[in-house]
């Protein structure tokens, strides 16, 4: 899978987040998982944790509140229509 840094805003690139609970701090919470360079390798790794939701819920396991998404960065979709912040400074 080919991997890229979630923090570069300046390529496009496609981020599965994962929302379960947090021992830590006692509640159910957004957890960045991965963020590649593709649609493909995102959509894979969103079916394989949504399976294991899934099993984890049939066996009485999950929580209905567990879940998974998907976030696609797109700095030229930004720049036109006057998106994040970072992105005026290179107009």
Do not use: C
Not at 49 to 76: C, F, M, T, W
């Amino acid at each position: 899978m080919a991997e890229v840094d979630p923090n570069n805003k300046l390529i496009k690139s496609y981020s599965v987040r994962h929302h379960r609970f947090d021992p830590e701090t006692n509640h159910f919470r957004w957890f960045d998982i991965k963020t590649f360079d593709n649609e493909e390798e995102m959509q894979q790794l969103m079916e394989e944790i949504h399976n294991e939701i899934e099993l984890r819920r049939l066996s009485g396991e999950g929580h209905y509140k567990e879940q998974v998404a998907g976030q696609i960065n797109d700095p030229e979709w930004a720049k036109q229509n006057k998106g994040w912040s970072a992105y005026q400074e290179f107009e």
